[in-house]
């Protein structure tokens, strides 16, 4: 384990189970579908290659790059798309796939932006979700894991743009963002 980690919360082997349950899952809800799957960015990136991996369907992909906390550990309530998706929605199936479901800012906004693009459906996919701390009334129609109120890192997610490539999710020492 890495010496900044205080906790390993899920192994590799239980992160690639449950993605394997939702990729099953998703597979079922939209059968005879093509979905346009679109990540946001840098945090789902690990996710999202297992994930549609496990999605047995025509699938597109895409990605979008949103402002995250910088070297922060809570939002600061401003989004701003830095990356948009590369392809028009229009009429498709949207599949929002995000790392975590935290103060639910990000999503909130990008759910309406996205909207006003006239997909035919969408719908979101959180690996993780920390209900507790939501301020905004957003919820994911597939969550990967429900977890507590605890700054997580690794499987993509970071802080400070460190700890993506840890292959567990793990909570982070407080020490180390000085908490
Ligand atoms: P929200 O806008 O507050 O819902 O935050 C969503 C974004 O905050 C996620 O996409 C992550 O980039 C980041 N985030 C929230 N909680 C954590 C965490 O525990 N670890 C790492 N990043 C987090
Ligand atoms: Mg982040």
Redesign the pocket.
């Known amino acids: 384990m890495h010496q900044d980690v205080e906790k390993i919360l899920f192994s590799q082997e239980q992160l690639q189970a449950r993605v394997r349950e939702l990729g099953a899952q998703i597979t079922r809800d939209y059968a005879g579908k093509e979905v346009a799957v679109a990540a946001?960015l840098r945090?789902s990136y690990v996710f999202m290659a297992d994930l549609t991996r496990a999605i047995e369907l025509p699938i597109t992909v895409d990605f979008m790059s949103v402002s995250?906390?910088g070297s922060g550990t809570s939002?600061s309530g401003q989004v701003e798309i830095k990356k948009d998706l590369s392809d028009p929605i229009e009429g498709k199936e949207l599949l929002i796939v995000?790392?975590?479901?935290?103060?639910?800012?990000?999503?909130y906004y990008l759910s309406d932006v996205l909207r006003a693009r006239k997909p035919a459906s969408i719908r979101i996919c959180t690996l993780l979700d920390?209900p507790d701390r939501r301020t905004r009334p957003i919820r994911a129609d597939y969550v990967g894991f429900t977890i507590p109120d605890a700054?997580?890192?690794g499987y993509g997610?970071?802080?400070d743009e460190k700890y993506r490539n840890l292959p567990y999710i793990g909570i982070l020492k407080p020490s180390v963002y000085g908490g």
């Open positions: 946001i945090g995250s906390y939002s995000e790392d975590i479901l935290d103060s639910g800012n990000t999503l920390k700054f997580v890192v997610l970071d802080y």
